[in-house]
């Protein structure tokens, strides 16, 4: 059975992939298919960087802000969601494109996993939230450790929402999400992938790039879009993204917003250094740094170069 062609444009915040996206797009008669797990939320426009409909350029996006911030969503979600799309895409003769920066949607999708339907315990969650805004996070990293410590070993002791669901599946199923993963795999998946990897080979550019969007987010009213987001209960996907949960203990009074504001530049770079690490694991990513270009077109040419030695032609 012939494969899928599909493109992705991976990388750490703030590089430029959704600009890239839409350039690729134009060039090779393609749609833009988010790969973003805050990018999904409405009315959270700012902190989780949607592109504007300028920045589309007229390419159509999918899975960008057609969420309620109030519903939860998983990555078996995704998958699902985002497969329908990629096969639409390529049923209407058009280039599928995957753009973003969370690792787990796009190995999970690129690489077929398949999910059994997994039950949910809101009870349980509240109370595991709370434990870690209570305790800390390392609280549930060690638990999770206990039952299942691959996962723990592969989950950041910060990501709370991602502790959260493994402790989650484990006590409502009995099964650990290191096993359910392996249960899921399934025939070699029915895409073939060029992937494309933006960064920056000196990471102080990298960071200045992450810095200076922050910046232009606080202009751009992010500091009204956190309280949105403090106003969600704490089980809430939403309330555990970076750029408004460091907001929290300023609206609690317990910092001035300049510290909340570099907490968000912090937590920001400290997730990027997450996002290489989780990207340089994976095989056939091209990486283009963009510190070894003289302007954007540059890089864009290289990009295109990177599709046409696959034989993919625009």
């Known amino acids: 059975m012939e494969k899928i062609r599909v493109a ?18 134009l060039c090779f008669g393609g749609e833009i298919v988010s790969a973003d797990s805050m990018q999904i939320y409405k009315g959270l426009e700012i902190g989780t960087a949607q592109p504007s409909e300028a920045e589309k350029r007229g390419v159509p996006h999918h899975l960008i802000g057609f969420l309620d911030p ?73 638990e999770l450790r206990s039952f299942d410590p691959q996962s723990a070993e592969r989950i950041h002791p910060n990501d709370t929402g991602r502790l959260v669901r493994a402790i989650e599946i484990y006590r409502v199923t009995g099964v650990t999400m290191t096993e359910q993963i392996e249960r899921s795999r399934r025939m070699p ?21 992450i810095n200076g969007r922050v910046d232009r987010m606080m202009e751009a009213g992010l500091l009204r879009e956190a309280e949105k987001v403090f106003a969600l209960p704490a089980s809430s996907t939403a309330s555990q993204a970076i750029g408004y949960k460091e907001f929290f203990p300023y609206f609690r009074g317990e910092c001035s917003l300049a510290e909340a504001v570099e907490a968000v530049k912090r937590e920001s770079r400290r997730y990027a250094k997450r996002q290489l690490t989780w990207f340089r694991r ?12 003289p302007d954007f077109h540059s890089v864009c040419r290289c990009a295109f170069g990177i599709l046409k030695e696959g034989g993919w032609q625009p």
């Open 189 to 209: 998946p029915p895409y073939d992938v060029r992937a494309v990897g933006l960064s920056f080979r000196d990471r102080a550019k990298l960071y200045g790039a």
């Open 70 to 142: 109030m519903e939860s969503f998983s990555v078996a979600d995704y998958v699902r969601l985002a497969s329908d799309c990629i096969r639409d895409i390529h049923a209407r003769d058009r280039l599928p494109i995957v753009a973003g920066g969370t690792g787990l949607y796009v190995r999970s999708l690129l690489t077929n996993l398949r999910f059994a339907p997994q039950g949910r315990d809101e009870a349980l969650r509240e109370t595991l939230f709370r434990r870690a805004e209570q305790q800390g996070t390392q609280v549930l990293s060690e």
């Open 8 to 25: 992705a444009v991976v990388g750490p915040t703030a590089v430029g992939k959704s600009r890239l996206a839409a350039e690729l797009a």
């Open 282 to 293: 994976g095989a056939g990513i091209q990486w283009i740094f963009l510190d070894d270009w």
